[in-house]
């Protein structure tokens, strides 16, 4: 069974950073095509990042590019979500999903597993 497990949140000021971190276990990392979603309160979850399962590919959702940076590092069954210039827009619960794919789409419904989540906090 793959668990997924989210780290790295927690409140910062607008135009700060901060990195997410979401540790894989269950099975073998680099078949998966891992993605970031987030929810903040009163809204649907959205897409944030994917990232194929080599780490070569990467794609943002708009209201996150040339801000937000996912990598990985398969020897440590970990991807990463570098958050920067963060904004009070950017406040949400953060979860990383994994889809036995070469890559990831945007539908949340596509990937299989998930991790809990990580609050991210953003202050004005």
């Known amino acids: 069974q793959v668990q997924l497990v989210e780290s790295g949140g927690g409140l910062v000021q607008a135009g700060g950073s901060l990195t997410l971190s979401c540790a894989a276990s269950?099975?073998?990392?680099?078949?998966?095509?891992m993605g970031w979603f987030r929810q903040a309160p009163g809204k649907e979850r959205e897409f944030v990042a994917a990232i194929s399962r080599g780490g070569v590919t990467t794609y943002y959702a708009d209201s996150v590019k040339c801000r937000f940076t996912t990598s990985r590092d398969n020897a440590k069954n970990t991807v990463y979500l570098q958050m920067g210039s963060l904004t009070p827009e950017d406040t949400a619960v953060y979860s990383c999903a994994a889809v036995s794919a070469p890559i990831g789409s945007r539908g949340a419904s596509e990937y299989d597993y998930w991790g809990q989540g990580t609050q991210v906090t953003v202050s004005s």
């Open positions: 269950g099975l073998t990392f680099s078949s998966l095509a």
